[in-house]
């Protein structure tokens, strides 16, 4: 077996582990010891993905198939900010300036500049594909720019952390059920594989995590404080 078959059969091992850990934390209740023992061995499985992504990215470019080691760059690169951010906005939850940091605006600089060379990348060499999941790097980049500009007003927000970890804990679903339905179910069961299922597998995962944000989004949607009631409202109601 070669290096880089290996290299790819870690990353197919550690993204078992994380697609199983995903659901598992996901199913466990929110804030419960146990939920969070599975959500670290997740995010480890995460980062797992991350150290086995980059050199298998850089090893494609070597071997000359440029369009696929710069999509697999970009997917480092997304995954890697979804990573830092679900860890960071519950260690930080208390200090929504130091959650926007510097290395925050780094993964947002770079998540926009790499969703901006894989859109154009995919008009040149016409790829429907690289040019529809530009748009998460370019959304999610500017999105955290944006709350950068207005991180007091963030602070300020009740529950900001929370809403940050389960966007985050979103976006690293979708790399973790696309690696599985659009790399390790073809191999596992190469008869179901075809056109219909590639697409799928990549724009499937998004199109559900769309849904699940606008739901959770609604449950945590932080509540208006009741106004205090006089003492005069509550004899009259008496």
């Known amino acids: 077996m070669t290096a880089y078959k290996m290299l790819v059969a870690v990353h197919v091992l550690v993204g078992l582990v994380a697609l199983v850990t995903f659901w598992t934390a996901g199913l466990l209740r929110k804030g419960t ?15 797992g993905i991350v150290i086995t992504g ?14 696929t080691a710069a999509f697999l ?19 930080d939850k208390t200090s929504a300036a130091r959650f926007t940091g510097p290395v925050y605006v780094a993964l947002a600089v770079l998540s926009v500049v790499s969703g901006a060379g894989v859109l154009l990348l995919g008009m ?12 998460v790097g370019l959304f999610t980049g500017a999105d955290m720019l944006r709350r950068r500009l ?8 009740p529950r900001w952390w929370m809403s940050e970890h389960y966007t985050a804990m979103i976006g690293n679903g979708i790399a973790t059920h696309i690696a599985f339905l659009g790399i390790g179910l073809p ?18 995962p998004l199109a559900v995590a769309i849904v699940a944000k606008l739901v959770l989004d609604r449950r945590w949607k932080p509540r208006p ?13 008496a």
Do not use: C, E
């Not at 959500?39 to 980062?47: D, E, K, N, W």
């Not at 040149?124 to 748009?135: D, M, W, Y």
């Not at 404080?225 to 109601?237: E, K, L, W």
């Open 225 to 237: 404080a009741r106004a205090p009631v006089s003492a005069t409202a509550r004899a009259q109601g």
């Open 124 to 135: 040149k060499v016409g790829a429907p594909l690289l040019i529809g999941f530009s748009a």
């Open 54 to 67: 980059a050199p298998m990215a850089i090893a494609r470019w070597i071997d000359g198939h440029v369009v």
């Open 150 to 157: 207005r991180r007091v007003k963030l602070g300020a927000t």
């Open 73 to 91: 760059g970009y997917l480092v690169v997304i995954t890697s900010t979804g990573v830092w951010v679900s860890w960071r906005a519950i260690r």
């Open 187 to 204: 191999r596992l069961l190469p008869a179901v594989n075809g056109t219909v299922l590639h697409y799928l597998a990549w724009f499937g």
């Open 33 to 47: 010891p146990a939920h969070r023992s599975t959500g670290r061995v997740y995010l480890l499985a995460m980062l």
